[in-house]
């Protein structure tokens, strides 16, 4: 079954703290994993694609096939990243499959 | 400016009423998503689309039914809205080919039935 999973509901962190957004997921094939990002009153939008190898905003993303895991990390947090994040994994039919997101709090 | 456009962005409507949400893409992608998500939780799939005159249900069973006459317009149509439709919904498109599971999303439609 095709699956993501995110475990923590809500992640709050200290402006300037390290930060990693769990994701797992469960795919029989090759993934194609993403995370997308909501901030308050936007509409969603792709943070990261896992075949890009890309830093976005000061975020990464490492596909750990042997733990089949897709974590979401930053270093240094800052007020601005706080925001739902949503880890998702394409679908053999070109559709996406949604974790039910976390969000992401950072304090001053 | 190619976007995805939903409308209206929010709705407000008696039990029984016929209702049409709509999603309109000028980035001419071919295929089209309908997400349907409640609060605080994932995004699941009712409906997509991989061009015109294709419709496929999503993961998620859904009452509302869809169409695509043309390749830029995706509305969804619940014939009698119930308060368990109540959600938000969710529109987006994304290009065949390499980065066919890339999808971009429309602002959504918050519907709320009484």
């Known amino acids: 079954a095709q699956r993501v999973t995110q475990p923590e509901k809500l992640l709050s962190v200290f402006k300037g703290a390290p930060v990693e957004l769990k994701c797992n997921y469960s795919?029989?094939?090759?993934?194609?994993l993403f995370w997308y990002v909501q901030y308050s009153r936007q509409r969603l939008q792709l943070l990261l694609r896992?075949?890009s190898r890309e830093s976005i905003k000061g975020f990464t993303a490492d596909l750990n096939k042997g733990e089949t895991s897709f974590h979401l990390k930053k270093p240094f947090a800052q007020e601005e990243d706080s925001a739902m994040y949503y880890c998702?994994?394409?679908?053999?039919?070109?559709?996406?499959?949604f974790g039910k997101g976390t969000k992401l709090s950072v304090k001053p | 400016e190619a976007d995805i456009y939903q409308t209206p962005r929010y709705l407000v409507i008696g039990t029984g009423k016929k209702i049409t949400l709509e999603c309109s893409q000028t980035?001419?992608?071919?295929?089209m998503y309908w997400y349907q998500q409640d609060p605080g939780m994932e995004l699941h799939l009712i409906h997509y689309?991989?061009?015109?005159?294709?419709?496929e249900k999503g993961d998620l069973s859904s009452e509302s039914t869809v169409s695509r006459i043309r390749t830029e317009h995706f509305p969804l149509t619940l014939e009698s809205a119930r308060p368990s439709h109540t959600s938000q919904y969710l529109c987006?498109?994304?290009?065949?080919?390499?980065?066919?599971?890339?999808?971009?999303f429309g602002p959504g439609t918050r519907l709320t039935v009484l």
């Open positions: 987006a498109s994304s290009l065949p080919g390499t980065h066919r599971n890339e999808q971009f």
């Open positions: 896992h075949i």
């Open positions: 795919y029989s094939g090759s993934p194609e």
């Open positions: 980035m001419g992608h071919d295929k």
């Open positions: 689309s991989y061009g015109v005159n294709s419709t």
């Open positions: 998702a994994l394409g679908g053999s039919q070109g559709n996406l499959i």
